[in-house]
T-cell receptor
Framework: AQSVTQLGSHVSVSEGALVLLRCNYSSSVPPYLFWYVQYPNQGLQLLLK??????LVKGINGFEAEFKKSETSFHLTKPSAHMSDAAEYFCAVSVFTNAGKSTFGDGTTLTVKP | NAGVTQTPKFRVLKTGQSMTLLCAQDMNHEYMYWYRQDPGMGLRLIHY???????AKGEVPDGYNVSRLKKQNFLLGLESAAPSQTSVYFC?????????????????FGPGTRLTVL
C-alpha cells in the first residue's frame, strides 16, 4: 500500500520569499507523484507531476518539485511567493497496482503575507 | 470541453431525506471517483468506478451508493442523509484509454457540491 505525509498543515511566507511545501511518500513499487492546488471554493487542479525520467519537474505558476527516491520525498518549491499563491496544496501518490486510485495527503494551507 | 461538471453546486437537506449528486465528464475517461472533503481530513474516497457498469467501495462508503450506467456519468446517492454527511463532495475522473499513458495518472476534478444536512 502507498501513503503520503505532508509535513505542516499550515505554512506562512512573505510575498517574494521562498515557498517550500514538504511531501514524503511510501510505496513498494515505482510511484507516480502529483501536486494539486485548490483555491477557495474550487476543485483541485494539477500543479505538476512526476511519472518517469527527469526527477526535477516544472509545473504551472513557477512551481517545481524534485523526486528524491533515496529520501522518498517530493517537495514543492517556488523561488518567490506571490499573493495569488495562497491556496491549499495536496500531494498525492498513485501506483499501477491500485486500480487507478490515488492516495492524497491531508493538505497544506499556504498563506502569503504582504 | 467542459471537463468534469457536478450538479447541484449547493444543497441543504434535512436528516432522513435522500438525494442524488450527478457527475459528468466529457473526456472519455474510464475511471471516475467520488470524494468527500472535511476540514483537516484531506480527501477521502467514497466510491469509485473503473468502467461503465462497475463500481467499488473506497475508504468511507457507508451511507452512500453509486451507479455508473453510462461511461460519462457517475451518480452518488444518499438514501437517508445524516448530519455526519455534511461535507463538500468532489467528483474526479481519469484515464483515457485511447490516448495511451498509464491508468494511474492524474485525476481531473469537478468544482464540488457543498452539502449541509440539518
Amino acid at each position: 500500500a502507498q501513503s503520503v505525509t505532508q509535513l505542516g498543515s499550515h505554512v506562512s511566507v512573505s510575498e517574494g520569499a521562498l515557498v517550500l511545501l514538504r511531501c514524503n511518500y511510501s510505496s513498494s513499487v515505482p510511484p507516480y507523484l502529483f501536486w494539486y492546488v485548490q483555491y477557495p471554493n474550487q476543485g483541485l487542479q494539477l500543479l505538476l507531476k512526476y511519472t518517469t525520467g527527469a526527477t526535477l519537474v516544472k509545473g504551472i505558476n513557477g512551481f517545481e518539485a524534485e523526486f528524491k527516491k533515496s529520501e522518498t520525498s517530493f517537495h514543492l518549491t517556488k523561488p518567490s511567493a506571490h499573493m495569488s499563491d495562497a491556496a491549499e496544496y495536496f500531494c498525492a501518490v498513485s501506483v499501477f497496482t491500485n486500480a487507478g486510485k490515488s492516495t492524497f495527503g491531508d493538505g497544506t494551507t499556504l498563506t502569503v503575507k504582504p | 470541453n467542459a471537463g468534469v461538471t457536478q450538479t447541484p453546486k449547493f444543497r441543504v437537506l434535512k436528516t432522513g431525506q435522500s438525494m442524488t449528486l450527478l457527475c459528468a465528464q466529457d473526456m472519455n475517461h474510464e475511471y471516475m471517483y467520488w470524494y468527500r472533503q472535511d476540514p483537516g481530513m484531506g480527501l477521502r474516497l467514497i466510491h469509485y468506478s473503473v468502467g461503465e457498469g462497475t463500481t467499488a467501495k473506497g475508504e468511507v462508503p457507508d451511507g452512500y451508493n453509486v451507479s455508473r450506467l453510462k461511461k460519462q456519468n457517475f451518480l452518488l446517492g444518499l438514501e437517508s442523509a445524516a448530519p455526519s454527511q455534511t461535507s463538500v463532495y468532489f467528483c474526479a475522473s481519469s484515464y483515457d484509454r485511447t490516448s495511451g499513458g498509464a491508468a494511474y495518472n492524474e485525476q481531473f476534478f469537478g468544482p464540488g457540491t457543498r452539502l449541509t444536512v440539518l
